[in-house]
């Protein structure tokens, strides 16, 4: 029977030329924008990114919590993820964050902690304070928990926690069903070996179940031997010989991934408003593809 209705979606869907909607809130990070010489507010900022149709905008740490969610307040307008920085030195959390969690209550955005280790005690990846990581990843959790909020660990190159594998082990010890991780392309690119490359679409779909968000950009699927390596592995969205397209392609429609998927645009040159007409045409480019089979 269950064959059947299967057989019978397939000959619809064929005949009707139904296709899967792409659904995903498509956000950008706030350095798409960021140190503009006209767009020099983040109330005109705020406004244009919305005019040009993404579904939200980062924001970057405490220290502009309180300027962008006036912008955001104001332009009624989303904050798709909070980056917060975690610190393994003391002191560990800001002590303002606990507050703005609760000012976000009722929000869509996610809490993003990334992990920094300024003394540098310990070396990144290295597992040796996994433990002072879950105490504090889980607080955080709580506050959002009560906030109605999602939290996501954000690996980040050179930092404690810089790898996708590494983070999805924390989470499983975390074991809280709000907190879960973020895949990011770059820095996803600047840690794995030529084997963990080929191996990414098993890898996305170990990922899936923990996965709160993706940030994506255009890039270079090489080994980069840059000086500054986001030279190779952030390029504007649509750019590069990495196969971004297909990464999207592949997560939103054979693993039906939902959850939103921001572009990271740090290090790109370049006039800003036109990079943001570039990546929306892009992500729109991205959409019709995928949702046309074509």
């Known amino acids: 029977m269950k064959e059947l209705l299967l057989c019978l979606i397939f000959v619809f869907s064929a005949k009707t030329g139904f296709t899967q909607k792409v659904t995903n809130d498509f956000f950008t990070l706030h350095n798409i924008i960021r140190g503009d010489s006209v767009y020099n507010t983040f109330d005109k900022q705020v406004e244009l990114i919305k005019k040009a149709g993404f579904a939200g905008v980062e924001i970057n740490q405490t220290e502009s919590f309180e300027g962008m969610k006036a912008a955001l307040d104001k332009n009624n307008f989303t904050g798709s993820y909070f980056y917060v920085k975690l610190r393994l030195d003391e002191p560990h959390v800001d002590p303002k964050l606990r507050l703005y969690i609760q000012q976000l209550k009722g929000s869509?955005?996610?809490?993003a902690p990334f992990i920094l280790n300024d003394s540098k005690k310990f070396k990144p990846s290295s597992r040796e304070a996994d433990t002072l990581v879950i105490k504090l990843v889980r607080e955080i959790?709580?506050?959002?928990?009560?906030?109605?909020?999602?939290?996501?660990?954000?690996?980040?190159?050179?930092?404690?926690?810089?790898?996708?594998?590494?983070?999805?082990?924390?989470?499983?010890?975390?074991?809280?069903?709000?907190?879960?991780?973020?895949?990011?392309?770059?820095?996803?690119?600047?840690?794995t070996t030529a084997e963990e490359?080929?191996?990414?679409?098993?890898?996305?779909?170990?990922?899936?179940?923990?996965?709160?968000?993706?940030?994506?950009?255009?890039?270079?699927?090489?080994?980069?031997q840059q000086k500054n390596v986001w030279e190779d592995y952030i390029l504007p969205?649509?750019?590069?010989?990495?196969?971004?397209?297909?990464?999207?392609?592949?997560?939103?429609?054979?693993?039906?991934?939902?959850?939103?998927?921001?572009?990271?645009?740090?290090n790109i040159k370049g006039d800003k408003p036109e990079l943001i007409k570039i990546t929306t045409a892009a992500w729109k480019d991205y959409k019709v593809r995928i949702e046309t089979g074509k």
């Open 237 to 266: 969205l649509g750019k590069g010989s990495f196969d971004t397209y297909g990464m999207v392609k592949y997560l939103v429609k054979d693993l039906g991934f939902k959850a939103p998927i921001g572009v990271q645009c740090y």
């Open 197 to 224: 490359r080929s191996d990414l679409n098993p890898h996305l779909n170990e990922l899936k179940p923990y996965l709160k968000m993706i940030t994506i950009s255009g890039a270079n699927d090489v080994f980069s």
């Open 108 to 111: 869509k955005t996610i809490i």
């Open 141 to 191: 959790g709580e506050w959002a928990k009560a906030s109605g909020l999602q939290v996501a660990i954000y690996p980040h190159l050179g930092y404690y926690v810089e790898r996708t594998d590494h983070a999805l082990e924390l989470v499983k010890k975390i074991n809280q069903k709000n907190v879960g991780l973020t895949f990011n392309l770059c820095h996803w690119l600047a840690t």
